[in-house]
C-alpha cells in the first residue's frame, strides 16, 4: 500500500523560502508536487521520474522551486525560493504506480494514483 506524507508548509513573507518534504513508500515510477488555490483548478508544479532521474517544472516556478529526491529515505523535497503572492495554494505529493507521467513533462492529474493529504503555503507580509 503505497503511502504519502507530507510536512514543511507554513506561512512566510513575500520573497521568502519554505522546503516541503513528502515521506513516500511503496514501489513509484513519479512522484509530483501539485497545488491548488481557492477557485483555481489544481496544477502540477514538479515531478521527478524514477525511471530516468528526470525533473519537470511549472513554467512560473522554474529558477524558483527545486524538487530533489531523497532515496536513501524515500522521500522529494520541494524547495520553494521567493515565493510569490501567487504562490499560496494547498500543496500536495502526488505519486504514480504504472502510468509513468514524468516522462517528458509534468502529467496531468489523472495520471497519478495516490495523494499525500496536503499541506497550505501562505504567503503573506
Known amino acids: 500500500q503505497v503511502q504519502l506524507v507530507e510536512s514543511g508548509g507554513g506561512l512566510v513573507q513575500p520573497g521568502g523560502s519554505l522546503r516541503l518534504s513528502c515521506s513516500a513508500s511503496?514501489?513509484?515510477?513519479?512522484i509530483a508536487w501539485f497545488r491548488q488555490a481557492p477557485g483555481k483548478e489544481r496544477e502540477a508544479v514538479s515531478c521527478?521520474?524514477?525511471?530516468?532521474?528526470?525533473?519537470y517544472y511549472l513554467d512560473s516556478v522554474k529558477g524558483r522551486f527545486t524538487a530533489s529526491r531523497d532515496n536513501a529515505k524515500n522521500t522529494v523535497h520541494l524547495q520553494m525560493n521567493n515565493l510569490k503572492p501567487n504562490d499560496p495554494a494547498v500543496y500536495s505529493c502526488?505519486?504514480?504506480?504504472?502510468?509513468?507521467?514524468?516522462?517528458?513533462?509534468?502529467?496531468?492529474?489523472?495520471?497519478?494514483?495516490?495523494w499525500g493529504q496536503g499541506t497550505q503555503v501562505t504567503v503573506s507580509s
Open positions: 511503496g514501489d513509484l515510477d513519479a
Open positions: 502526488a505519486a504514480s504506480g504504472f502510468k509513468f507521467p514524468c516522462l517528458d513533462g509534468l502529467g496531468y492529474v489523472s495520471d497519478y494514483d495516490y
Open positions: 521527478i521520474s524514477s525511471s530516468d532521474g528526470n525533473i
